[in-house]
T-cell receptor, first 111, second 117 residues
Framework: AQTVTQSQPEMSVQEAETVTLSCTYD???????LFWYKQPPSRQMILVIR??????QNATENRFSVNFQKAAKSFSLKISDSQLGDAAMYFC????????FGAGTRLTVKP | GAVVSQHPSRVICKSGTSVKIECRSL??????MFWYRQFPKKSLMLMAT?????????EQGVEKDKFLINHASLTLSTLTVTSAHPEDSSFYIC?????????????FGPGTRLTVL
């Protein structure tokens, strides 16, 4: 079974600084998708960024970028120029038909 | 685009009653919808996968007779919690997968907080 591991239960970053959230996963599949979702206090799950495993190029979405290392099965999220609104739970997810989530990382942004 | 609604957002019911939660994809067709349960400060736990026009597939340990899922159209799936008990109190989240665009991406509803007294 596929598993997703987020080893950082909590992270903190100063406003305007950069923070990296870690994620590793385990799979025997070669074709799959990886995601980062954000869950603010409202509990609405918001898609942050998406990566297709067959693409070598790392996905970017404005201030959000990933470091996808397929051989190492690593998928970290970098948030640049952190803003107060970035404070939330961040979930890493793996999908090959079904989606599996990591335990989440709670990000605090200090003003 | 890719908006998913969920209704109701919050429900309180008495033990032994049944509660229905609706999940709708508003601007896209979803052949597949998913139902998750989330405990406080925990991750999402997949309960079942709902395919339009066919029976839902339940994860191990999820009682299919207790959590009835119906996916009658490409834009609507319902979860009915039958004979609810206090231990069923939780946050339930649905998601939908666009059958045309970004087929592996799930878009989530805002969730339903169920409290069983």
């Amino acid at each position: 079974a596929q598993t997703v591991t987020q080893s950082q239960p909590e992270m903190s970053v100063q406003e305007a600084e950069t923070v990296t959230l870690s994620c590793t996963y385990d799979t025997s599949e070669s074709d799959y998708y990886l995601f980062w979702y954000k869950q603010p206090p409202s509990r609405q799950m918001i898609l942050v960024i998406r990566q297709e495993a067959y693409k070598q190029q790392n996905a970017t979405e404005n201030r959000f970028s990933v470091n996808f290392q397929k051989a190492a099965k690593s998928f970290s999220l970098k948030i640049s120029d952190s803003q107060l609104g970035d404070a939330a739970m961040y979930f890493c997810a793996y999908s090959n038909n079904d989606m599996r989530f990591g335990a989440g990382t709670r990000l605090t942004v200090k003003p | 685009g890719a908006v998913v609604s969920q209704h109701p957002s919050r429900v309180i019911c008495k033990s032994g009653t049944s509660v229905k939660i609706e999940c709708r994809s508003l601007d896209f067709q979803a052949t597949t919808m998913f139902w998750y349960r989330q405990f406080p400060k925990k991750s999402l736990m997949l309960m079942a996968t709902s395919n339009e026009g066919s029976k839902a597939t339940y994860e191990q340990g999820v009682e299919k007779d207790k959590f009835l899922i119906n996916h009658a159209s490409l834009t609507l799936s319902t979860l009915t919690v039958t004979s609810a008990h206090p231990e069923d109190s939780s946050f339930y989240i649905c998601s939908a997968r666009d059958r045309v665009v970004n087929r592996d991406t799930q878009y989530f509803g805002p969730g339903t907080r169920l409290t069983v007294l």
